[in-house]
């Protein structure tokens, strides 16, 4: 089939966007070790240099084979787009199962520290380093530097009117635009535990249940679908990410413009929404995700479900993201991931094509036509790409 032939034929290609790229890989261990010194180069600010190793993991994983002596030399150093550097560390691992600069940064107290402050939605490179720099290790300083309450119940944030209230029953109104970034700081911290628990496929499938029952009371006949890592197969998420629009191309862009911070005020009632952390639309604040962030209306949640018998309430990072019919395949797509196959798919647009993608929508560069494709796979035909599986998305 069309997927198995991908698998054999397009790994060594330039593009990730034109391989297969399974979810777990025959060189798995390779791929990690590889990783950690693209994520020390990541948190220590070297872009252009923590990017060529998130190639290279890249490119590991649309490797069909497993990589020995003979497979290094009959595959791996003739393939064009990894360097000489990163074929030794790979050429390293191949000779002894490991690669020491990796096991060196991975046992570091910094890198340890850099990675960890990161977790905490949020908090990026710069923010972990300045952490760092004034002396903080572990997440419990980073608690008291931020002042979070024991309690998550108690540290109330209502972005939609603008108000927190805090432990003390202090309540700050009309919190300045760049105080934001650091009460979602505070939120994410505050329901770290829960959010360090995975959310299991069956979860994420009643959580978008919930929230479609929900919309259908708002708008009827909306139209959705689950995206991010779920959609590439994940088995367990960190985040629920739901795209959602109105299938009616003549209406429809009128049905859903406001519905998103119509429908997060309404979850909020419901008890289901309990923070936001962003809200676009309302606030543009840039600080969480700097990277390609597209036009749509979007909310950043915090969501509980009623607990089960017995269970306690957890606290799920929920993503709801609104495009108009017209960009709703794009946006699909957009969100559906990796990382590194939607930086691909951008690069592969602009100089394959003449076009620019990203989830809303697709035009071309010289004349700004825009396209109005009718199906996830109309996207990959415009765009002269071979259909990929989403589950085969996981550069
Ligand atoms: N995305 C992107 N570029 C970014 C951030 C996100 O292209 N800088 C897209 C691709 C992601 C999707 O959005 O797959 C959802 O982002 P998540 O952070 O939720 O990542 P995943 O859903 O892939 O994994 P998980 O939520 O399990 O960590
Ligand atoms: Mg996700």
Redesign the pocket.
């Known amino acids: 089939d069309t997927t198995s032939r991908q698998i054999t034929r397009n790994w060594g290609t330039r593009y990730a966007c034109t391989r297969a790229s399974p979810l777990v890989c025959p060189n798995q261990a390779l791929a990690i070790e590889l990783n950690i010194l693209h994520r020390s180069r990541e948190l220590e600010g070297k872009a252009a240099n923590a990017l060529s190793y998130e190639r290279a993991v890249a490119i590991i994983k649309s490797y069909p084979k497993i990589i020995d002596s003979e497979t290094f030399e009959e595959d791996i150093v003739k393939l064009p787009h990894l360097g000489k550097k990163i074929l030794t560390k790979i050429e390293e691992f191949v000779e002894n199962g490991h690669i020491k600069e990796s096991r060196t940064i991975a046992a570091s107290e910094r890198f340890q520290s850099l990675s960890l402050f990161s977790t905490v939605y949020g908090v990026g490179p710069v923010t972990a380093r300045n952490l760092y720099a004034i002396g903080l290790r572990k997440i419990e300083d980073m608690e008291r530097y931020y002042d979070v309450p024991p309690d998550i119940d108690s540290t109330y944030l209502n972005v939609l009117e603008l108000e927190l209230v805090t432990p003390n029953g202090k309540r700050i109104i009309g919190l300045s635009k760049n105080k934001l970034p650091e009460v979602s700081i505070k939120i994410a911290l505050a329901i770290r535990k829960d959010l360090d628990i995975k959310i299991p496929r069956a979860e994420v499938q009643t959580i978008h249940d919930v929230v479609m029952r929900e919309l259908e009371k708002l708008q009827v006949g909306c139209i959705s679908t689950i995206?991010?890592?779920?959609r590439?197969g994940?088995l367990?998420?960190?985040?629920v990410?739901i795209v959602i629009s109105h299938p009616d191309l003549k209406t429809g862009a009128a049905k859903i413009k406001g519905l998103c911070t119509q429908l997060t005020k309404h979850l909020y009632k419901q008890g289901y929404v309990t923070h936001v952390m962003h809200l676009s639309g309302f606030h543009e604040h840039n600080a969480l995700?700097t990277?390609?962030w597209d036009s749509l209306e979007k909310a950043l949640t915090v969501f509980v479900l009623p607990p089960k018998e017995g269970g306690r309430k957890l606290h799920r990072r929920v993503?709801l993201i609104f495009a108009p019919p017209e960009a709703y395949w794009t946006a699909v797509i957009?969100?559906?991931?990796?990382?590194m196959f939607?930086?691909d798919l951008r690069l592969w647009a602009k100089v394959e094509r003449g076009m620019k993608f990203d989830s809303s929508g697709l035009t071309r560069r010289h004349d700004s036509k825009l396209f109005i494709p009718r199906s996830e796979k109309e996207v990959f035909d415009i765009l002269g790409l071979e259909w990929i599986d989403p589950r085969m998305r996981n550069a």
């Open positions: 995206v991010g890592g779920y590439r994940k367990e998420s960190n985040d990410d995700r990277e390609h993503d957009g969100w559906s991931g990796s990382k939607q930086r």
